[in-house]
């Protein structure tokens, strides 16, 4: 019965005694997978992970490559940077903790476990920065004489390099001209130092520096390029007239850089300012543009004469002068002819102002082979006056009976195509008692 025993033990010693080595062998530790590169912005945590299978008894630690400064054996952290820890789960996950990542962490991070050879694998942190401007380096708000040459630079740092860019804040073209005068319009201008040769006022105004470099966020500065010259005005009518007791308003426009005093000088050089009499008013269109505006109330005869709009910098100082004169104003229309004609009709078509009869009915003597003719009096009315009346005794102020007379002698003569011997002299003593 004591047999089988004994051959259990010698087949238990003879295995405990194969070569320890090969034993070794068959369970070394081994690496489960590559250690995965980190990129991270600065101020993020970052943990990098090593997977290990068939630990055993061995230990992992980290390894700063580049410095070969120890970070952690197993489960104890070794550096004195209170920003790293580590942690594990079972004998399999072995994870090294960055809080608050800084640029000096950046580099090779390897996990090691201590075998014979040992064993390791690396992996990288990078720390990526969002752009900055170096503030020694970037211009601030610059002024310079028109035709000079404005020179302003935007530097910028971070990881990666950042890009600096060019553009005007109101969104217009940025005018290059090089040392020729030809000139390049873009909208956007890319590199760290923007140089504007022969600049103009239109040139003038606010320039956006951006400085981006794929890690948010991007930084914007904003710098004003000032360009000064002496003021200028522009008067759109140097001759103003307006009827007397209307308003009446007079207009100068100014460009000038500084900003000018602009205001308003009558010919007796009393200088306008705004009452009851007077409104004046300065508008700014742009950054260097100005309207001046001169209102006079209720037009007198005393308010006709010259109005000098002055504009003054420290540059020096400019002005024009616009005169204001009266227009007559509208006059009483005399009474139209085709008036007259409608109420002379409106009685009787031969009815005038000595007419003793109350009846427009054709009289005997008339002949009823003459020739009517329509003559309107209004888009409605028209009635049929004789064409020798017409003609010629409608300028005479004549009774109605003398009338008859008149106009039969004038057929007469018409029909003959001479004047009647009769016709001159009963004209004559019609007009002597006319």
């Known amino acids: 019965m004591q047999q089988p025993c004994w051959l259990l033990y010698f087949l238990v010693i003879f295995i405990l005694g194969l070569d320890t080595k090969l034993v ?5 530790p081994e690496f489960v997978e590559p250690i995965a590169n980190l990129t991270v912005p600065v101020g993020r945590d970052a943990t990098f992970r090593c997977l290990v299978q068939n630990l055993g008894g061995y230990r992992v630690g980290w390894v700063k490559a580049d410095t070969k400064a120890i970070q952690a054996i197993h489960i104890h952290v070794i550096t004195n940077n209170h920003r790293v820890g580590v942690s594990h789960n079972g004998q399999t996950v072995w994870n090294l903790h960055i809080r608050s990542v800084q640029e000096e962490d950046r580099g090779q991070y390897m996990c090691q476990i201590n075998t014979d050879p040992m064993k390791s ?3 990288h942190l990078e720390v990526v920065v969002p752009p900055d401007f170096i503030m020694e380096e970037t211009s601030g708000d610059v002024m310079v004489p028109e035709g000079g040459t404005a020179k302003v ?3 910028a740092r971070g990881q990666p390099t950042p890009r600096v860019m060019w553009r005007r804040e109101d969104g217009s073209d940025i005018v290059l001209k090089d040392p020729n005068g030809v000139k390049t319009k873009v909208t956007v201008y890319e590199d760290e130092v923007l ?4 600049i103009s006022r239109s040139d003038m105004g606010a320039y956006l520096c951006i400085a981006s470099n794929g890690v ?3 930084v914007s500065k904003r710098i004003v390029i000032k360009v000064h010259f002496h003021p200028v005005i522009q008067v759109p009518n140097q001759l103003v007239g307006a009827p007397l007791g209307t308003d009446v308003s007079l207009e100068c426009y100014v460009e000038s850089s500084p900003k000018s005093i602009n205001y308003w000088i009558r010919d007796s050089n009393e200088m306008v300012i705004s009452s009851s009499k007077y409104e004046v008013v300065n508008s700014v269109i742009s950054s260097f543009e100005s309207r001046m505006t001169l209102t006079v109330r209720r037009l007198t005869a005393a308010d006709v004469g010259g109005y000098r709009c002055v504009a003054k910098n420290s540059l ?3 002005d024009s002068i616009i005169r204001l004169y009266e227009i007559p ?6 009474t139209s002819l085709a008036t007259k004609k409608e109420e002379y009709i409106d009685s009787t078509p031969i009815e ?4 003793q009869f109350g009846s427009a009915e054709k009289s005997d003597d008339e002949d009823d082979s003459v020739t009517d003719v329509s003559y309107k009096i209004d888009n409605t009315t028209k009635i049929k006056v004789p064409t020798y009346i017409q003609t010629n005794t409608n300028k005479y102020n004549f009774s109605n009976k003398v009338r008859k007379v008149v106009n039969k002698l004038e057929y007469e003569s018409a029909g003959s195509r001479r004047l009647h011997p009769c016709f001159s002299l009963i004209l004559l003593t019609i007009l002597r008692f006319v």
């Open 216 to 218: 948010p966020p991007s």
């Open 329 to 334: 104003g509208p006059t009483v229309k005399n």
């Open 352 to 355: 005038g102002p000595d007419n």
């Open 153 to 155: 630079s935007c530097r």
């Open 195 to 198: 140089t504007l040769n022969k």
């Open 121 to 123: 694998q690396m992996g």
């Open 24 to 28: 070794g062998l068959a369970f070394q």
């Open 316 to 318: 020096g100082e400019v």
